[in-house]
Nanobody, 123 residues
Framework: VQLQASGGGLVQPGGSLRLSCAAS????????IGWFRQAPGKEREFVAR????????YYTDSAVGRFAISRNNAENTVYLQMNSLKPEDAAIYYC?????????????????WGQGTLVTVSS
């Protein structure tokens, strides 16, 4: 599966963005999808994950209540709605796919990666 992330941009603190992860291939529904982010000088970190059928979601603590992950398997797309953005949310955001069952928050558990989309949070 090939992934392409989009939707990043410049937003003021407190603002919102919706990221999209578009996938190619007919087997998209076989993959759980995760969002990760990497800020300059920092390691890549887990943000959110959604199960293959969209029925299960999981978030890093800092994203709970502010971010929402969803998917549309008919359109081969996963979304990350980000609200109440903070300067510390600024990073390159990546979507990734895995067939590993269970809640996976480590990058090495994901096999396919998109190219990343830049989110800047600044006034």
């Amino acid at each position: 599966v090939q992934l392409q992330a989009s939707g990043g941009g410049l937003v003021q603190p407190g603002g919102s963005l919706r990221l999209s992860c578009a996938a190619s291939g007919r087997t998209f529904r076989n993959y759980a999808i995760g969002w990760f982010r990497q800020a300059p000088g920092k390691e890549r970190e887990f943000v959110a994950r959604i199960s293959r059928d969209g029925g299960g979601t999981y978030y890093t603590d800092s994203a709970v209540g502010r971010f929402a992950i969803s998917r549309n398997n008919a359109e081969n797309t996963v979304y990350l709605q980000m609200n109440s953005l903070k300067p510390e949310d600024a990073a390159i955001y990546y979507c990734a796919a895995t067939t590993v069952v269970g809640i996976r928050t480590q990058a090495h558990d994901y096999f396919y990666w998109g190219q990343g989309t830049l989110v800047t949070v600044s006034s």
